[in-house]
T-cell receptor, first 113, second 120 residues
Framework: GDSVTQMEGPVTLSEEAFLTINCTYT??????LFWYVQYPGEGLQLLLK?????DKGSNKGFEATYRKETTSFHLEKGSVQVSDSAVYFC????????????FGKGNQVVVIP | GAVVSQHPSRVICKSGTSVKIECRSL??????MFWYRQFPKKSLMLMAT?????????EQGVEKDKFLINHASLTLSTLTVTSAHPEDSSFYIC????????????????FGPGTRLTVL
């Protein structure tokens, strides 16, 4: 079945550092790919998405490119802020799956001033 | 934008009681709603998918008699945790998806803010 794999473990970095969170996927057909962010005590918010190969999703300084050849959708931000501290989830949905989302395990990002 | 609300945001109840959580899509018709459970430091676990006017489809391992889901209208789905026990304590999150005929964003889910359930 469809699945998403995120790199293991929390990510701790200093303010203004470069952030990368890896995400790879396994899916049939051509899934849509998403990054969601969850701030402490809150639900999930869509951060960005891409619906076809080579699309780049971007929002709030974050970017991710849909790479079909490597089945990846890595999240990047050039200069993080303390306010970016949150849990980040990579997810996909397939047109065959009734819009069901398959989530990665999430990565806790902590940005230190 | 598409806004989904949940009520209550936080509930504390005694063991053995039932708790109802509401999920509402405020500005669009949601033909499909999803219920997730999130454990501490864990990802979201899909519990069930509900389609308006029909029975919910539960994921393997989720007790349908324990977690009753009703999707009576295009803007409201409810999750009732029956005879709650401490192990049911968790963060419950709903999401809503648009009908394909809506065109834009039909493959997206819009998430509610979550409900923190604590069973004493």
């Amino acid at each position: 079945g469809d699945s998403v794999t995120q790199m293991e473990g929390p990510v701790t970095l200093s303010e203004e550092a470069f952030l990368t969170i890896n995400c790879t996927y396994t899916a049939t057909g051509y899934p849509s790919l998403f990054w969601y962010v969850q701030y402490p005590g809150e639900g999930l918010q869509l951060l960005l998405k891409a619906t076809k190969a080579d699309d780049k999703g971007s929002n709030k300084g974050f970017e991710a490119t849909y790479r079909k050849e490597t089945t990846s959708f890595h999240l990047e931000k050039g200069s993080v802020q303390v306010s970016d501290s949150a849990v980040y989830f990579c997810a996909l949905t397939s047109i065959y799956g009734n819009n069901r989302l398959a989530f990665g395990k999430g990565n806790q990002v902590v940005v230190i001033p | 934008g598409a806004v989904v609300s949940q009520h209550p945001s936080r509930v504390i109840c005694k063991s053995g009681t039932s708790v109802k959580i509401e999920c509402r899509s405020l500005d669009f018709q949601a033909t499909t709603m999803f219920w997730y459970r999130q454990f501490p430091k864990k990802s979201l676990m899909l519990m069930a998918t509900s389609n308006e006017g029909s029975k919910a489809t539960y994921e393997q391992g989720v007790e349908k008699d324990k977690f009753l889901i009703n999707h009576a209208s295009l803007t409201l789905s409810t999750l009732t945790v029956t005879s709650a026990h401490p192990e049911d304590s968790s963060f419950y999150i709903c999401s809503a998806g648009r009908d394909r005929t809506s065109g834009v964003h039909y493959n997206e889910q819009f998430f509610g803010p979550g409900t923190r359930l604590t069973v004493l």
